[in-house]
């Protein structure tokens, strides 16, 4: 049997999202009888995921290609996925209760917070779908820039006659310094070059940022000076090939090696 979804209802449904939820809950406590408690909760939770589902909770929603969205009747549902079972530690405690509905009650993010911490890092929210992405090609654009940037620098740092041990130290404490100098600088000094990052992978994150300024009416010289140089560097040593190697192009174009004692051969994870 199938009804028309009212409008109200359907406007729930087409402005819900996991970040902002539109569904409405209660709060029931009750106090477990004083004999034979141990397995009361279980047996309820047992209970009503056993039990048939009634109107108006069998009912689904269909959103068909053609005509009004409708709730249609099932006889059966996910009994796992309707009926949660979470616990608190025991013996529990009003201010345990209210934490645990207050997470409940959190945007996705905030819920599954703790489980981004355990991946370690600073952890951003950085909003609505599709800002992650974003932000994303920007760093990794900064980064390929500051790459080159920092190949050119050690580069003449060389050829004027300066140890690179002592110019990869004064340039780590100076205004010049950059994320990309302290890691994979270090990988072009040990000629390893192994960032585990490769060639198509720079390639594809500079071709999004170049979309994306010509998208946004953002003119993006040092981006696309980058990206040229990128394929340029693909072109000699292949898709595969680590990105810090795109700083190699540029020793051979001068026929010299940037290298110093000292320096490891692949990263360790902090």
């Known amino acids: 049997m199938s009804t028309p979804i009212p409008m109200l209802d359907l406007m729930f449904f087409l402005t819900e999202t996991q970040d902002n939820p539109r569904h409405v809950g209660s709060v029931l406590i009750f106090r477990k009888p004083a004999r034979g408690a141990g397995n009361t909760v279980r047996e ?17 929603p269909v959103f068909r290609k053609i005509g009004l969205p409708e709730w249609r009747d099932v006889d059966t549902i996910d009994p796992a996925h309707h009926v949660l079972h979470v616990a608190l530690p025991a013996p529990g405690s009003n201010e345990q209760l209210h934490e645990l509905i207050a997470d409940l ?48 620098a050690l580069m003449l740092a060389k050829k004027g006659g300066i140890d690179l041990k002592l110019a990869w130290d004064v340039i780590k404490a100076s205004s010049g310094n950059s994320f990309v100098h302290e890691t994979e600088g270090q990988l072009i000094l040990s000629g390893s070059y192994n960032i585990n990052f490769t060639m198509d992978l720079a390639r594809k994150d500079l071709f999004f940022a170049h979309q994306m ?31 810090p190697m795109v700083v190699k192009m540029l020793e051979e174009a001068v026929d010299t090696e940037l290298r110093a004692p000292g320096f490891p051969t692949e990263l360790e994870p902090e």
């Not at 009503?48 to 108006?56: H, I, T, V």
């Not at 890092?121 to 760093?139: C, D, N, Q, W, Y």
């Open 44 to 60: 309820i939770v047992e209970a009503y995921r056993r039990a048939k589902p009634r109107p108006p909770f069998n009912r689904v």
């Open 105 to 152: 009650h959190a945007p996705m993010f905030e819920r599954h917070r703790p489980a981004f911490a355990a991946m370690g890092g600073e952890i951003i929210h950085m909003g609505p779908l599709g800002s992650a992405m974003l932000i994303k090609v920007i760093t990794n654009m900064l980064a390929f820039i500051h790459l080159v940037a920092d190949g050119e």
């Open 213 to 243: 300024g010509r998208e946004f009416g953002v003119p993006l010289e040092l981006g696309g000076l980058t990206e040229q140089i990128f394929a340029r560097a693909r072109a000699m040593y292949g898709g595969g090939a680590q990105s």
